[in-house]
T-cell receptor, first 114, second 111 residues
Framework: GAVVSQHPSRVICKSGTSVKIECRSLDFQATTMFWYRQFPKQSLMLMATSNEGSKATYEQGVEKDKFLINHASLTLSTLTVTSAHPEDSSFYIC??????????FGSGTRLTVV | QKEVEQDPGPLSVPEGAIVSLNCTYSNSAFQYFMWYRQYSRKGPELLMYTYSSGNKEDGRFTAQVDKSSKYISLFIRDSQPSDSATYLCATGPNYGQNFVFGPGTRLSVLP
């Protein structure tokens, strides 16, 4: 089946630094990818929709200047958390759309900002 | 009203039990219904996917959709400790290709 690779799986960074998370579709082309955030014991919250070759669409309340999304190719989308703060610590998950079959998810990135 | 509601649990059952997991949704236009399983510290993985109303069976898992009552169910037969995870329902699409997730139900199957 389709595979979405997300890297890194875990990252610890200092407050004020930036972190880049990569999401790759390994055996299919994904014109649309989604970035989610998940707090402990809570559901996935959509942050933004990443479209290849165009600007990402951000959900209400998500700072686009803080969470930079780049979908430069049909197989790669990146999320950069800029000037990270402890409140940005969370589990970030990407997914890619496979037509009407729903999503294929990456394995997630646990970000800890210290 | 939330778009998708799901009892967060936790739900504990003995090994071998039949498990029933449920969600309700508010938008009658939703056509696609999915169940995902998420192990601790991992991303969700697709378990079942159905389109419109009806049942779908895959091994020990059965998904049911009742669009008239906007009710989604997942049944797990002969539950195993390895089924212990959080189960998320999802439905949509609403706008673009976005799907909406329930908060997930934590299931523990005790040996």
């Amino acid at each position: 089946g389709a595979v979405v690779s997300q890297h890194p799986s875990r990252v610890i960074c200092k407050s004020g630094t930036s972190v880049k998370i990569e999401c790759r579709s390994l055996d299919f082309q994904a014109t649309t990818m989604f970035w989610y955030r998940q707090f402990p014991k809570q559901s996935l919250m959509l942050m933004a929709t990443s479209n290849e070759g165009s600007k990402a669409t951000y959900e209400q309340g998500v700072e686009k200047d803080k969470f930079l999304i780049n979908h430069a190719s049909l197989t790669l989308s990146t999320l950069t958390v800029t000037s990270a703060h402890p409140e940005d610590s969370s589990f970030y998950i990407c997914s890619a759309v496979q037509g009407a079959d729903g999503y294929t998810f990456g394995s997630g990135t646990r970000l800890t900002v210290v | 009203q939330k778009e998708v509601e799901q009892d967060p649990g936790p739900l504990s059952v003995p090994e071998g039990a039949i498990v029933s997991l449920n969600c309700t949704y508010s938008n009658s236009a939703f056509q696609y219904f999915m169940w995902y399983r998420q192990y601790s510290r991992k991303g969700p993985e697709l378990l079942m996917y159905t389109y419109s109303s009806g049942n779908k069976e895959d091994g020990r898992f059965t998904a049911q959709v009742d669009k008239s009552s906007k009710y989604i169910s997942l049944f797990i037969r002969d539950s195993q400790p390895s089924d212990s995870a959080t189960y998320l329902c999802a439905t949509g699409p609403n706008y673009g290709q976005n799907f909406v997730f329930g908060p997930g139900t934590r299931l523990s199957v005790l040996p």
